[in-house]
Every structure is written in C-alpha cells, then in structure tokens.
C-alpha cells in the first residue's frame, strides 16, 4: 500500500511523494498547478432549425438555381 512520505511545491508543480516502507521513495507524481484561467466571454449558441425551415430553404435554393438556370447564368 502506497502512502504519502512528502508534498511540495516546486515552480509551477505540486511533487507528491510516495512511499511503501515509511522511508524511501517509491514514486513521485507531479502536478501542474494552473493559475486561475482568464473569464471568458459566454458562446452564444444558435439554434438548430426546425424540419419545416430546412424544407423551406431546400425548396428557395432549389427555385434560386432553376430561375439562374433560366436566364443563364
């Protein structure tokens, strides 16, 4: 079973050292301390469009192109 022998702070790491015999070493885990992140700006989400509105622009695009077709575009 593992138990904690010694926790420091080293630059910009918190170093945990392990132990299993109470003395030596076993292992050392290192973890990088973050500063607090920068507030960010919420993402406005847009919503998706209904069935009905996906079918209304299929058909306008659809009118778009023969009408371009038409005049030869």
Request: hydrophobic share 35%; proline share 5%; charged share 30%.
């Amino acid at each position: 079973m593992f138990v904690v022998l010694k926790e420091y702070i080293e630059g910009e790491y918190k170093i945990t050292e392990y132990t299993v015999d109470g003395e030596t070493v076993s292992h050392k885990v290192s973890e990088r301390l973050l500063d607090d992140l920068p507030e960010q700006e919420p993402v406005e989400v847009q919503p998706k469009p209904t069935l009905e509105e996906m079918q209304a622009q299929t058909l306008l695009n659809t009118e778009v192109l023969i009408a371009m077709k038409n005049i030869g575009v």
